[in-house]
């Protein structure tokens, strides 16, 4: 049997096998090679599944990685598409949404069957002490779940802190995009935008259930960034940068020169992270040292806490500059 089109014959199986080819130059064309870079283990997880490029693109820019998709419950997963949808507005084909699950069933049937292949090529002493090793990193496992879901606020932003550290970001130049499993400084910045899209969603829900709306980025803000599946976002690291990105959004010309004499000169984030201090001092002293002034003002840092360092940074150079200004005085 053959498909018509005008006056040609296909073959529907050929037809159909193309549709969804895993090709950046014929899903999207908008979507470059390098969008697909970094996409931890993604694009092997979906490439027979009809997932299209861009999609797949889009769930790594979420922060998920092949693995943590595979750990993931179906309801989880259910969740994340949708987040998918609601943050980036890109509608998922119902295939996708199929495929993705599918995907993840068959990576977690070919991760059982390597791992049962291991036991049957262990000899018959050494069976029991691997169930034994993995029991035991299971029990570890639940207890680390269950202590969890007792931890306070203060604990579990704690951990967040210490999972940030795993893969840390590098000093990037503007544009430039990070290699393998660190993040880079524009990806950092788009967090913040990504940041006050959230805010906007939970004044609206608030809105609409009458309730009081938050004017700032509150706890309430990254809970919900976290329900959405945005785990990238957290509390630690979002207040450990707002300065920087503060900079960024006052001072580009300043912030882009600081990123790429870091980048030059090899230093790492943190660095760069301390440097961003002074010119946004500097700023301020413009302004009467208010640095709040200066945040309130600004339409998209007025959604932001001031960190308690840059005021106090502030502060110490307004005493300074009086002091000094007190001791010309004196001395004429």
């Given amino acids: 049997m053959y498909v018509v089109l005008g006056d040609r014959k296909m073959d529907p199986d050929a037809f159909t096998s193309t549709l969804f080819k895993w090709d950046s130059r ?46 993931m419950k179906e309801e989880e997963l259910e969740h994340m598409m949708n987040s998918l949808s609601q943050i980036f507005r890109w509608d998922l084909l ?20 390597h791992h049962q292949l291991r036991i049957d090529s262990l000899p018959q002493e050494g069976v029991q002490q691997h169930k034994e090793a993995v029991g035991s990193t299971w029990d570890v496992r639940k207890r680390m779940r269950s202590r969890s879901k007792t931890m306070s606020d203060e604990e579990e932003e704690e951990e967040e802190e210490e999972r940030q550290r795993e893969h840390p970001f590098i000093v990037t130049e503007p544009g430039e995009v990070a290699r393998g499993k660190k993040n880079g400084l524009d990806y950092l910045f788009h967090l913040y935008e990504q940041c006050r899209d959230f805010l906007i969603q939970v004044q609206n829900i608030a809105k ?8 700032k980025v509150t706890n309430e803000v990254f809970r919900y960034a976290k329900k959405a599946g945005a785990h990238c976002i957290n509390k630690p690291k979002m207040r450990h940068y ?39 001092v500097a700023i301020a002293a413009l302004h009467h040292h208010d640095i709040d002034a200066i945040f309130n003002s600004h339409p998209r840092l007025s959604i932001w806490y001031v960190p308690t360092k840059l005021r106090q940074l502030c502060h110490a150079h307004r005493n300074n500059s009086a002091s000094t200004s007190t001791h010309h005085h004196l001395l004429f």
């Fill in 242 to 280: 707002v300065h920087c990105y503060a900079l960024h959004c006052l001072d580009k010309d300043t912030s882009n020169q600081l990123r790429r004499q870091f980048k030059e000169t090899g230093q790492k984030v943190g660095a760069w992270r301390q440097a961003c201090y002074n010119p946004l």
């Fill in 208 to 215: 609409e259930s009458g309730q009081k709306c938050p004017t």
């Fill in 26 to 71: 014929t899903i999207l064309p908008t979507c470059s090679s390098s969008l697909m870079e970094g996409t931890g283990g993604l694009k092997e997880l979906f490439h027979a599944y009809g997932v299209r490029y861009y999609t797949a693109a889009k769930v790594a820019e979420l922060g998920f990685t092949a693995r943590t998709l595979v750990d």
């Fill in 94 to 113: 119902v295939g996708e949404r199929y495929g993705i699950k599918a995907a993840v069933r068959a990576e977690r049937r070919r991760i059982q069957d």
